[in-house]
């Protein structure tokens, strides 16, 4: 039988090994002696195909992104009308676990410095409670809302009633620096203009896809400016999310990636 190597992160770059030389070691030692035995290897951005095929000397592994199946949302007030929040307020939305690495403490520093928006951190997770505290003091209150994880099936319908999405990963390791969040096709999906953090293999997508913008996320000042542009600037908001949406459709989307396995599946088979 063939046999695939599915390399779903970049496991040597993981912040939990980082200062862990023993464990790190014997993590290079196993992938090694796999990795090199595969048929095919699989893994989900190009920027790690490239080192996976640098490190092992191995034909460079096939990039199957971790993009949702596409389903088209219509617009909605399904958060307006949950948590109450006025038309004439814009609603900057984080959807996703609350734990550390997210930059979830730089996006309400950010909203604080941005009137006329409010906050939905939409998820549950370790530091919700320092996420809660945080907000209350910053005086944030009022203008953060935490409704906690909501049902599978009505993610998507909450997130296409935001306004924008906001996604900050942090440069705590190489996993994180050059990772492809789910989440930001989840955004474009749903329609949203995505703020999101400018590292190598996000950047490649928002600025092909013309999609958001992108921010250094330890930078409340710059995402604060991001978030004030999109609410300010219709125009630019309605692109984005026009944009987003169509590369949505048509690259970005599990119907177009999933064809990629099959071709590679098709053609052990035949071996």
């Known amino acids: 039988a063939a046999l695939i190597y599915d ?13 862990r030389r023993f464990e790190r070691s014997v993590w290079a030692f196993v992938e090694r002696a796999f990795i090199g035995k595969a048929d095919r290897v699989i893994t989900v951005g190009d920027a790690i195909a490239d080192i996976l095929r640098a490190r092992y000397n191995i034909p460079r592994p096939v990039v199957v992104r971790n993009c949702p199946a596409f389903r088209r949302f219509e617009r909605s007030d399904a958060l307006r009308e949950r948590l109450r929040i006025p038309k004439a307020v814009g609603i900057v939305l984080y959807q996703g676990v609350m734990d550390a690495g997210r930059g979830l403490f730089t996006i309400l520093e950010s909203v604080k410095r941005v009137e006329g928006c ?56 190489p996993n994180h620096y050059y990772c492809l969040p789910n989440k930001l096709f989840e955004y474009m999906m749903a329609g949203l203009p995505v703020i999101i953090s400018d590292f190598p293999e996000i950047g490649k997508v928002v600025r092909g896809a013309q999609a958001g913008l992108l921010v250094d996320p330890t930078n409340p000042a710059a995402v604060a400016g991001a978030i004030r542009r999109l609410l300010s600037e219709g125009e630019l908001l309605r692109k984005f999310s026009e944009h987003g949406l169509k590369a949505a459709e048509e690259r970005y989307n599990w119907e177009r990636e999933s064809a990629k396995l099959e071709r590679v599946y098709r053609e ?4």
């Open 7 to 19: 390399s779903h992160e970049y496991y040597l770059g993981m912040d939990s090994l980082i200062g």
């Open 118 to 173: 409010c906050l939905v951190m939409l998820g549950d997770g370790h530091i919700l409670d320092e996420l809660k505290e945080h907000a209350r003091r910053l005086d944030l209150s009022d203008r953060t809302f935490f409704p906690g994880s909501v049902p599978l099936q009505d993610l998507m319908r909450y997130t296409a009633s935001a306004d924008v999405g906001i996604h900050l990963i942090e440069n705590t390791c």
């Open 268 to 271: 052990l088979c035949r071996k």
